[in-house]
C-alpha cells in the first residue's frame, strides 16, 4: 500500500557540510565563526558580491536580452572561455578542438555527468576515491552505478601526502577503473601532489589504462589561476584520455548560480564531437539544459580583456587573504602554546586540523566554531577579528585530550 510505504520512510541524516549551514544560522551566540562549507568570507565575514560580476550583470543587464532555452551543451561562448582558462588559450589540444567541454550545473553536475558517461557508454564500473575526500564524491559515484574504493593519501600522521602507497594502490587498479583525483586544492586536507608527483601519476595512469577524472574545485585558490591548472594541462600534453570537472562557483562567487563544466580529452576532434553530442543527450534526459544567468556572467568577464584582468586580480586578492589567514591562525595557535603548523603547510581553502570528530563536536557545540566532522575548517572564514578566537578555541579542545 501506497500510503504505509510513505508511513514507514525513514528520514535521511543530514549532509555532513550543508547542514552545518542550517545548524550555524540557528545559533544565536554572537562569537559563532563559521568555518565548515567551502564558501569565501571577506574580512568582514560576508559573503562578497565580486566587482567584475556585478559589471558583468550589470551590462548583461543593459542589453536586456530574452531568456530562451540554452542549448543543451550549454552557451558556447562560455563553454569555450571555460576551456581556454582551465587548459590555457594556446593549448594544442585546444587548438585542435579535441576536448568537449560542457556547461554543467555547478562542479557537482560536472561530476554526475562524467559518472554516468564513463558508466553507460564506456562500461566503466569500478572508480576509486582519495581516503580522506569530499563526501559527495562517493555518493554521486555510487548513485550512477559504480563501485566506489579508496585509495590512501594521507600518511599516518596525517601531516602530509604518502604518495608511495597512493603509488602502490593505483598501480594495482584494473584497467578502466576510474580515478577521482583533486586536480588542485585537496578537499578536505589542503595536501596536494608536487608538479613531479603529477608526472609520475600522470605515467602510471597511462600505462594502466585507467581513467582520470579530476575535480579542480578552486582553481586560482592555491597557488594562481595558471599554476593550479598544472595538473589537467600535464595530462593533456601526455596524451591521456581523461575527465576533468571544474567550477565557477569559489572562482567567481557564484555559489548559488550552479556554474560548472565537464572537460572530456579525447585524441582527435572527431571524437570530442561524439562525446559532445552524447553528453547532449544525458543532459536531455537529466535536466534539458543548463540555466543562463550564471554562464553569461562568466562568459562576459573572460571574453573581455579588462574585466577578466580586473576578475584574476579579485581572485589573486582572495588567495593572498586565504594564505595571510593561515599564517594568522598559525601564529594564534603559537601564543596558545599550540603547534598549529598543519595551516601554512596546507593550502587552498580548506585545512585538516587532525581533530577527531568528537573534538569537532566540542568545538561547535561549547566555542561555536563550526567546522565539518571529519576535522576539516574552512580557512576562508577566517578574518583578523576571529583568528585569535578560532586558535583559542582550538587549543581549548586540544587541551581536553588526556
Ligand atoms: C565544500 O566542500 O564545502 C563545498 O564544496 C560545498 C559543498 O557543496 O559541499
Not at 596546507?346 to 566555542?367: C, I, N, P, V
Amino acid at each position: 500500500m501506497l500510503k504505509s510505504d510513505f508511513a514507514a520512510l525513514a528520514p535521511m541524516p543530514d549532509d555532513p557540510i550543508l547542514g552545518l549551514v542550517d545548524l550555524f544560522k540557528k545559533d544565536p551566540r554572537a562569537e559563532k565563526v563559521n568555518l565548515g562549507v567551502g564558501v569565501y568570507l571577506n574580512e568582514e565575514g560576508k559573503l562578497p558580491l565580486m566587482a567584475c560580476v556585478e559589471e558583468a550583470e550589470k551590462r548583461l543587464l543593459a542589453r536586456r536580452q530574452p531568456r530562451g532555452y540554452m542549448p543543451m551543451s550549454g552557451m558556447p561562448q562560455y563553454c569555450a572561455a571555460v576551456q581556454r582558462l582551465v587548459f590555457g588559450k594556446t593549448n594544442p589540444a585546444v587548438l585542435a578542438g579535441r576536448i568537449s567541454t560542457v556547461q554543467t550545473l555547478g562542479g557537482t553536475g560536472a561530476l554526475q555527468l562524467a559518472a554516468a558517461f564513463a558508466h553507460q557508454f564506456l562500461g566503466v564500473n569500478a572508480s576509486v576515491v582519495s581516503d580522506p575526500t569530499w563526501g559527495n564524491h562517493i555518493s554521486i559515484l555510487k548513485a550512477d552505478g559504480l563501485e566506489v574504493g579508496k585509495y590512501p593519501y594521507l600518511s599516518a600522521d596525517r601531516a602530509s601526502v604518502d604518495f608511495e602507497a597512493f603509488k602502490a594502490s593505483i598501480s594495482a587498479l584494473a584497467p578502466k577503473t576510474l580515478v577521482l583525483m583533486h586536480g588542485c586544492c585537496h578537499n578536505p586536507t589542503g595536501l596536494d601532489f608536487t608538479q613531479d608527483q603529477w608526472r609520475e601519476v600522470a605515467k602510471i595512469v597511462a600505462e594502466k589504462d585507467l581513467l582520470p577524472l579530476l575535480d579542480m574545485a578552486y582553481q586560482g585558490f592555491g597557488s594562481g589561476l595558471e599554476e593550479d591548472a598544472f595538473a589537467i594541462r600535464l595530462f593533456t600534453e601526455e596524451g591521456i584520455t581523461f575527465m576533468a570537472a571544474t567550477s565557477c562557483s569559489k572562482n567567481f562567487g557564484l555559489y548559488g548560480e550552479r556554474v560548472g563544466a565537464l572537460h572530456i580529452v579525447t585524441d582527435s576532434k572527431k571524437e570530442a564531437d561524439v562525446v559532445t553530442s552524447i553528453m547532449k543527450r544525458i543532459v536531455r534526459q537529466e535536466y534539458s539544459n543548463p540555466p543562463c544567468h550564471g554562464g553569461q556572467i562568466v562568459a562576459e568577464v573572460l571574453c573581455d580583456e579588462a574585466l577578466q584582468a580586473s576578475w584574476r586580480a579579485e581572485v589573486d586578492g582572495m588567495r593572498t587573504r586565504i594564505r595571510a589567514m593561515r599564517e594568522a591562525l598559525y601564529e594564534a595557535g603559537k601564543a596558545e602554546g599550540e603547534d598549529f603548523s598543519f595551516s601554512v603547510k596546507q593550502h587552498g581553502m580548506f585545512s585538516f586540523t587532525g581533530l577527531s570528530a568528537e573534538e569537532m563536536d566540542l568545538l561547535r557545540e561549547k566555542y561555536g566554531v563550526y567546522g565539518v566532522r571529519n576535522g576539516r575548517i574552512c580557512i576562508a572564514g577566517l578574518n583578523t577579528k576571529n583568528v585569535e578566537y578560532v586558535a583559542k578555541s582550538i587549543a581549548a579542545v586540544l587541551k581536553t585530550r588526556a
